[in-house]
């Protein structure tokens, strides 16, 4: 599907055109498909942080937090570490490191509704979009999860 997007936003604007895919979808008002992918997959993990959606495997857990405050530190989630390539790009290990980047004012959110206009702002920042987004963006993505920058 992005293909077609890209495809797509190159012939509207022209074959000359020297602009990205993602300045394309931004001068045409259009969504880059792999910032929808992103926002929904940190909607599923918040339902499955939040037990909203059911998981044979409950293995997403809050970290423990220390009898200390240290800033930013609320609502982290446990990070499993592995040794292989293909566990790291497993959703709970790669969604957890985003997760425990997002501001701390997002991962505190408890009220679903409230948890997807947060995030469906925050992901529109292009403030926010510069840790998240694919390390290549001119390639085909075939999935969020293979292609994240984290």
């Given amino acids: 599907?992005?293909?077609?997007?890209?495809?797509?936003?190159?012939?509207?604007?022209?074959?000359?055109c020297t602009l990205t895919y993602n300045s394309r979808c931004n001068?045409?008002?259009?969504?880059?498909?792999?910032?929808?992918?992103?926002?929904?997959?940190?909607?599923?993990?918040?339902?499955?942080?939040?037990?909203?959606?059911f998981t044979s495997d409950h293995a997403i857990q809050y970290a423990e937090t220390s009898h200390y405050d240290i800033r930013n530190s609320l609502?982290?989630?446990?990070?499993?570490?592995s040794k292989s390539s293909l566990y790291m790009n497993y959703f709970t290990c790669k969604f957890s490191r985003l997760w425990n980047n997002l501001p701390q004012s997002i991962r505190t959110i408890k009220s679903l509704p409230?948890?997807?206009?947060?995030?469906?702002?925050?992901?529109?920042?292009?403030?926010?979009?510069n840790g998240l987004a694919p390390l290549s963006v001119s390639h085909s993505t075939s999935g969020i999860s293979g292609t994240l920058n984290v």
């Fill in 75 to 81: 609502a982290l989630v446990k990070q499993t570490h």
């Fill in 114 to 129: 409230l948890f997807v206009r947060c995030i469906d702002a925050y992901c529109s920042s292009e403030n926010a979009l």
């Fill in 1 to 16: 599907m992005e293909s077609v997007q890209r495809r797509f936003t190159l012939r509207i604007l022209g074959a000359d």
């Fill in 27 to 53: 001068k045409l008002g259009v969504d880059p498909l792999w910032r929808k992918r992103l926002e929904l997959n940190l909607i599923f993990f918040f339902k499955l942080l939040h037990k909203l959606s």
